[in-house]
């Protein structure tokens, strides 16, 4: 069965089949390195194709829990592999259709396949504990129970990754999944899921409708049948999600936004800092949760570090992310692009200094791409749009300060707490930095924007609903505890 019917319209997966909308509707996903370029037609899919998904979900739901979760891994072992055959393909779907460049995209596939052998693995590891009873002839412990039938709502920023990281622990766990993954890169979604079909996964343990957040992502949210919702996004649909999850009861978790500073100390490695803060805040044309927005500079090393800082970002090779050589791709779409270019405007009405970039891009190779130069802002003070709201665009605000108090309060005067780093040789700033940042990931002379498959990732404050995502902590939000008392 074909993921697609003509060359370029992409289906619905439902129950084992590439199945086309029962509105016979369609919606087309954009290159944004060139509008006019068309990468797929997607279903715009009705609550009547979602509720043939949960129904789908909720028949295969049983007889998955019951499997051992070595057979769950070996399902997953496989989808691993046929990831890694169509790397290629897969990748440059995801450059095409969301714009970020073609090594990062390879990166991310293989980030994926990586998650899928982890959690594969899982699938053998302990799931509960012995816990000595007060009475001696009882045996007292603790099993895990899988949620069901989970929805999971993911964004276009990581197509691959995100999706995989929710997947692959609701599978293994013994959970079935409907997943309405995000309309801006719902192709390169397709594409995964079809390494699922490969990898033989009983009908309805994986199913697939795309459509607008509004219908299929807040029909996922209503609907009785799904147990648990795992939603990576923005702030304002995240909260709208967890509200709906709340009111009737279901699980939910939360990913949303970040405003997530760099701190460079006065004994810093400044290349080493300047680096960092150009990847970590401009890789993925800044598209990334944990990507550095705020540049908080000691007083007596900032306009070195400023200088230097411009310097390397003016050589910044903008384009198509295909093209060899690119090191920043487009903005992932015309609306990403109008809300960077606001916010840019915001900043020099605040009175920060824009000195550096600030425009539109007009690439000759590409004209129709939604392309923004790298843009610095120099004076930038901490009540200003650009020091408080996340842009999800490659804008750098600098913030200078006069000692390490002032910086951590500075860092930590935002409603997000998603990651944070600093810069330093000397041990005690390190200490008070780990002790008092307010993030969920906290990095020492690393950049901002970077996690390990198996490490817990997730933010404090608004960032996120508490809960953790990936390594072992995924297992929290995809099953319950029980507790078990054999007398
Ligand atoms: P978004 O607009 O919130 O969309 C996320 C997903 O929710 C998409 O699938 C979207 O569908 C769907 N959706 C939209 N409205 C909905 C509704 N009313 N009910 C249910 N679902 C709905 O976010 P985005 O623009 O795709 O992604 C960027 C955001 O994601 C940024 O804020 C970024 O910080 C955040 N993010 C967070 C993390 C993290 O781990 N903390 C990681 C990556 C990204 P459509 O695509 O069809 O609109
Ligand atoms: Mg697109």
New binding site residues.
Partial sequence: MSLQTKKETFLNFVNGEWVASSTGEVEESINPANKDEIVGYIQKSSLKDLEKAITAAKQAKNPWRKLSGAERGNYLYKAADILEENIEDIATTMTKEMGKTFPEAKGETARGVAILRYYAGEGMRKVGDVIPSTDSEALMFTTRSPLGVVGV??????PVA?PVWKMAPALIYGNTVVI?????AAVTAAKVIKCFEEAGLPNGVINMVT????VI??G??DNTDIDGIT????????K??GQGALARGAKYQL????KNPVIVAEDADLDLAVEATISGGLRSTGQ??TATSRVIVHADVYEEFRNKLVAKVKEIKIGNGLQDGTWMGPCASENQLNTVLSYISKGKEEGADLICGGNRYQDSDNPNGFFVEPTVFDNVKNNMAIAQE?I?GPVLALIKVDNIEEALEVANDVKFG?SASIFTTNISKMLSFIEDMEAGLVRINAESAGVELQAP???MKQ??SHSREQGQAAIEFFTSIKTVFVK
């Fill in positions: 709502i993911t964004p276009w920023n990581f995100i309405k993954p995000a309309s801006e459509g607008s957040g509004s992502g807040q996922i949210v939603f990576t996004g923005s702030d304002m649909v995240g709208q999600v990913e949303m936004g970040g990334k949760c996340e999800f998603l990732f997730g933010g960032s996120s």
